[in-house]
């Protein structure tokens, strides 16, 4: 197999950081427990298709990008790292792929980030129509876990995601591929980095913050992060304070509302997909400065509102992103004791 570069960088840092990660080899035939069902593997999947941009980067960090014959549902680019070595991936879709396109690369396995693409109502195909070829079905616990899925869509977080559910992912996967060195390695880097973003805002506390996801039309109501998503995780772990409360994961929220909730610090997704004039970043900013209620909003006033990446607000990996530069946006704000 080969060990891309960027690859073998992160396991000597996440070594060097935590001391050298050591795990069991899996001992076929492996079961686990994943959303409700259970899955048996006899040996390490060769071919594997991945929706959604959470699993196709835990492969790529795992050095498992050579099993990836296809991929889909894409917010934005991979991290440069992984550039290079996605480059002869087919990209199945944008978004949501067709059962056919799926199974015309032949895989022996789908990894799918959300319920919503491989599902009971799938909008790609169920678990049962993947089986029915002999292809297994594993659902990332990112989307299953303390989440409420039975009303389609996006579903509903019913308790707060942790980085628990993402260690977990990356666990499972490890197992399934036998290559759980690398899996504990990765867990290590991820949790050192996290705690050396935390030690950098320490004297951070109560800062009052904003999330903003879209909007369908940018000056009507706006998708910003309640209590229960990666936002919440975030703010959580840096002893900041979402302004909005709220049990839905990502509510719809009105600019009046938002204003007199006076956040200090606003932070902007920003995204590759266009189906929102919200989804674009430079059409936040132009709001944010130039309407007459938001305006008024402290942190833009001060210009204390930033870029950062959507898939960092989505549970993910780069949920660890997301907190150094919350982190590092608070010290440079001026927003330390």
Same mark, same amino acid.
């Given at each position: ?24 080899? %899996?001992?076929?035939?492996? %079961?686990? #427990? ?11 999947? #060769?071919?594997?298709?991945?929706? $959604?941009?959470?699993? *196709? ?8 990008? +050579? ?26 879709? +944008?978004?949501?792929?067709?059962? #056919? ?11 799918? #980030?959300?319920?919503? *693409?491989?599902?009971?109502? $799938? =909008? ?43 260690? *977990? ?12 060195? /690398? $899996? ?7 949790? =050192? ?7 950098? =805002? =320490? ?15 940018? +000056? ?5 992060? $309640? ?45 590759? /997909? ?5 989804? +674009? ?8 400065? /130039? ?12 210009? *204390? ?33």
């Amino acid at each position: 197999m080969k060990i891309y570069p960027a690859f073998a960088a992160l396991l000597v840092s996440s070594s060097l950081m935590s001391g050298a990660a050591q795990a069991n080899p %899996t001992d076929y035939p492996l %079961t686990i #427990e994943n959303c409700g069902r259970t899955l048996v593997f006899e040996e390490p999947p #060769e071919k594997v298709v991945s929706l $959604g941009q959470a699993v *196709h980067e835990i492969l790529f960090a795992l050095d498992l990008g +050579d099993r990836i014959a296809g991929t889909a549902v894409w917010l934005g680019p991979l991290p440069e790292a992984f550039q290079a070595a996605n480059a002869g991936i087919p990209r199945l879709a +944008d978004e949501a792929p067709g059962f #056919e396109s799926v199974v015309s690369v032949k895989p022996s396995l789908v990894l799918t #980030e959300f319920e919503w *693409h491989v599902g009971p109502q $799938g =909008a790609v195909g169920t678990p049962g129509q993947f089986a029915d070829l002999g292809i297994q079905t594993w659902q990332a616990p990112m989307d299953c876990t303390g989440k409420d899925n039975s009303s389609g869509g996006n579903g509903k977080r019913i308790e707060p995601f942790t980085m628990d559910q993402v260690y *977990h992912a990356i666990t499972d996967l490890a197992a399934i591929f036998d290559v759980q060195d /690398r $899996g504990a390695a990765l867990i290590a880097g991820l949790k =050192a980095r996290e705690a050396a973003a935390i030690a950098r =805002a =320490a004297k951070a506390k109560d800062v009052p913050v904003l999330f903003w996801f879209t909007s369908p039309e940018i +000056d009507v109501d706006a998708s910003v992060a $309640g209590s229960n998503g990666a936002p919440a995780y975030m703010l959580s772990s840096l002893s900041a304070r979402n302004v909005i409360s709220s049990d839905d994961e990502w509510p719809w929220v009105s600019w009046e509302t938002i204003a007199r909730s006076g956040p200090s610090v606003i932070v902007l997704a920003g995204m590759d /997909r266009r189906f929102n004039q919200g989804d +674009d970043a430079a059409n936040k900013i132009a709001f944010l400065t /130039r309407d007459p209620v938001a305006s008024q909003i402290p942190a833009v006033q001060a210009g *204390h509102y930033f870029v950062m990446r959507a898939k960092a607000m989505n549970p993910s990996m780069r949920t660890i992103d997301g907190i150094e530069e919350l982190a590092d946006k608070i010290v440079e704000f001026g927003l330390t004791q």
